[in-house]
């Protein structure tokens, strides 16, 4: 496709229940991002990938988080045992390799809406 | 502790005017500064990146200044119209050596153009 995907749109989640939150990049962009956004706020920063290196999992909020891009191209975020302060958009976005002096822009997708119940 | 800001009010303005967006942030160096503009129910659209050493960019209608002994970056829209009305967002490019990268984000401003 043209544009960053993500899937699903939706999701609703029991309290407890584990999640799977898919990302399909630009074809050819090496890095891709993670952020969440809660309503009324910027982006936060969750993880980055360099294809399926992940440098850096610093904004991950807590070890019921995991990410994985293991060919170097879609990505996943997983939640396990969902609470309610992970209702939120989790953006995922990916950009071609960072090269200096280059104005290397970030692609978002919609994002998936999740909300914990 | 790092914190950028961005007007916390959200901004009405006449068609055909300018707007005027700001951007704050302490105990930050970026090297690169970036705006979004994101639209309900979507994900943000990158419009302009700057660098610490520019002082200003333009791209159509969008001009965006940078001033890192202020710690300070200003967005403006000319002749703006009914469809610029978004929430625009303020990113800093937490680059470093390692090729390491991530945004920090402003909460954003939401901007409303009335005809």
């Known amino acids: 496709g043209a544009g960053v995907s993500q899937s699903p749109r939706y999701k609703v989640a029991k309290r407890g229940q584990d999640v799977a939150l898919r990302c399909d990049p630009i074809s050819g962009h090496v890095s891709l991002f993670w952020y969440q956004q809660a309503l009324g706020q910027g982006p936060e920063f969750l993880t980055y990938?360099?294809?399926?290196?992940?440098?850096?999992k610093s904004g991950l909020p807590s070890d019921r988080f995991f990410a994985e891009r293991p060919e170097g191209s879609v990505s996943t975020l997983k939640i396990q045992r969902t609470q309610q302060e992970d209702s939120a958009v989790y953006l995922c976005a990916s950009s071609l390799v960072w090269q200096e002096g280059h104005d290397t822009e970030a692609f978002f997708g919609q994002g998936t809406r999740l909300t914990v119940v | 502790s790092q914190k950028i800001e961005q007007n916390s009010e959200a901004l009405n303005i006449q068609e055909g005017k300018t707007a005027t967006l700001t951007c704050n942030y302490t105990n930050y160096s970026p090297a690169y500064l970036q705006w979004y503009r994101q639209d309900p129910g979507r994900g943000p659209v990158f419009l302009l990146l700057?660098?610490?050493n520019e002082k200003e960019k333009r791209k159509e209608r969008l001009k965006v200044t940078f001033d890192t002994t202020l710690k300070q970056s200003l967005f403006h829209i000319t002749a703006s119209q009914p469809a610029d009305s978004a929430t625009y967002l303020c990113?800093?490019?937490?680059?470093?050596?390692?090729?390491?990268?991530?945004?920090?984000w402003g909460l954003g401003t939401s901007l409303a153009v009335n005809p």
């Open positions: 990938f360099q294809n399926e290196a992940q440098l850096d």
């Open positions: 700057i660098r610490e």
């Open positions: 990113a800093l490019d937490d680059y470093n050596a390692g090729n390491n990268r991530k945004l920090i």
